[in-house]
């Protein structure tokens, strides 16, 4: 029987409604301590039904990830409105932690190749309405950005997992022998590439979830020896306890069975204004994929068009909102500013234009009028109500129009359509 670690969780909120969404968890019975490395942070203590089935994870208001997952955007450390480069991103847990460290003012271009994955990546964005990230789908080593672009890079590629696999016995059989090989070679050339990219000062940090020393301390002292990155030395996290190996000074190896997490690897690199362009020849390597909404395509709106009763584009982070055949999407100011004008990439989803207005997506809580329009908010406060309003029960709400904001207390939740003044929920 796998061991199971207690769970972590990180809260997606703005500081200020922290309170509430630890009193959502509250009313349904879950009990959390903080964790010391983060004040985002949380470990559970008391899981009555699982957290993943839980209002708070529903709205988007926590993510749950494994503790030793939520270091290397710390390790990162991007200041707010810094632009962050993930180069291997599905599903988003480290994107999405950088995209709340960057703040809105801030910008993640989140990358992977994998169509499925690119497809929960997108869907993990939007649940927790991180709008300053947007997506892209390239095989890493060939990112078609500017050399020497970004100051902030993550790189955690695919991996053996072997820091896993008390969870998930079968990695230790799946990757073996020659299978590494090509593990570790694909590592190789996406630090290449990850280094290319990185401008003069900027820094990468490099993570792995496996114990091997091959994709670890090896893969740092070859971005080291071959690529002219320069080893940083990461001060060890609170709550951990670290392992220590040959040639791995400077960077750290979470103990897995001691941590109570999974076994994981983080080093921080940086380039120095010395280093030259590892990969300058492999910027044109890839063209752009046709057929998809490229930085271009999309029709800009007038902010006329998003104001509604649910919706308040004055809180909408730097940047705007264009039209993408039926969908609004938000294209961020630096995105406008960074990415090559031949990159394919998708802004975040804010909804649909129907009728020449924006009918928002009904997980997009960020643009709620606050406080809530006694004209167009339903406004709960028994949690027995709401999951039933989950559970498909529609509620009389005597209020008019189409659409109405759906509150829990003073938590702004999304909305839901109105049908002759009885509120529907249609998350999906
Ligand atoms: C370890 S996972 C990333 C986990 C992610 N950073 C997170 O925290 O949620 C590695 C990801 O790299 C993707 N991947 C595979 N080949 C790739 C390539 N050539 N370039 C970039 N990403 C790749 C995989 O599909 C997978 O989603």
């Not at 999951?387 to 498909?392: D, H, P, V």
Request: aromatic share 6%; glycine share 10%; net charge positive.
């Amino acid at each position: 029987m796998p061991k199971q670690h207690s769970r972590s969780f990180r809260l997606v909120c703005e500081d200020r409604l922290i309170p509430l969404v630890e009193a959502l968890l509250h009313a349904q019975g879950y009990a959390f301590e903080p964790e010391p490395f983060s004040p985002l942070c949380r470990r559970l203590c008391c899981e009555p039904r699982p957290l993943g089935a839980s209002l708070a994870a529903f709205f988007g208001y926590i993510y749950i990830q494994d503790r030793s997952s939520m270091l290397p955007p710390l390790a990162l450390a991007p200041r707010p409105g810094e632009a962050v480069l993930d180069v291997c991103a599905s599903p988003g847990s480290k994107s999405g932690f950088l995209a709340q460290l960057t703040g809105p003012t801030g910008f993640v271009l989140a990358n992977e190749p994998t169509p499925a994955r690119l497809g929960t990546l997108r869907a993990n964005l939007h649940q927790c309405n991180l709008l300053q990230a947007a997506t892209c789908s390239y095989n890493g080593e060939n990112l078609p950005l500017a050399p020497a672009s970004w100051n902030a890079i993550q790189l955690d590629p695919p991996c053996s997992g072997w820091g896993t696999a008390e969870k998930h016995p079968r990695v230790l059989k799946l990757w073996q022998g020659d299978k590494l090989n090509s593990l570790t070679g694909l590592q190789q050339r996406l630090l290449r590439r990850a280094a290319s990219l990185l401008a003069p000062g900027g820094r990468l940090v490099y993570s792995t979830c496996t114990t091997n020393e091959a994709e670890n301390e090896a893969q740092v002292r070859f971005a080291e020896e071959e690529l002219g990155l320069v080893r940083e030395t990461l001060p060890p996290f609170p709550g951990f306890v670290w392992e220590e190996r040959s040639g791995g000074a400077g960077t750290l190896r979470v103990d897995g069975e001691k941590s109570q997490a999974q076994g994981f690897y983080l080093a921080l690199l940086r380039k120095t204004a010395e280093c030259g362009n590892a990969d300058a020849t492999a910027q044109t390597a890839s063209g752009p994929r046709k057929g998809r909404e490229g930085r271009d395509a999309g029709r800009p709106l007038p902010p006329e068009c998003l104001a509604g009763p649910c919706c308040d584009p004055a809180l909408l982070p730097p940047g705007r909102a264009a039209l993408y055949g039926e969908h609004v999407r938000f294209i961020p100011e630096q995105a406008t500013e960074m990415l090559p004008p031949d990159l394919i990439w998708q802004g975040a989803l804010l909804g649909r234009l129907t009728g020449g207005r924006l009918s928002p997506a009904p997980r997009l809580r960020r643009l709620l009028p606050e406080p809530p329009r006694p004209d167009a908010a339903l406004v709960l406060d028994d949690i027995a109500d709401l999951t039933a309003l989950l559970s498909g029960q529609s509620r009389q709400t005597g209020l008019a129009g189409r659409e109405a904001a759906l509150w829990w207390r003073d938590l702004p939740l999304g909305r839901v359509a109105l049908k002759q003044g009885r509120a529907v929920a249609t998350f999906k």
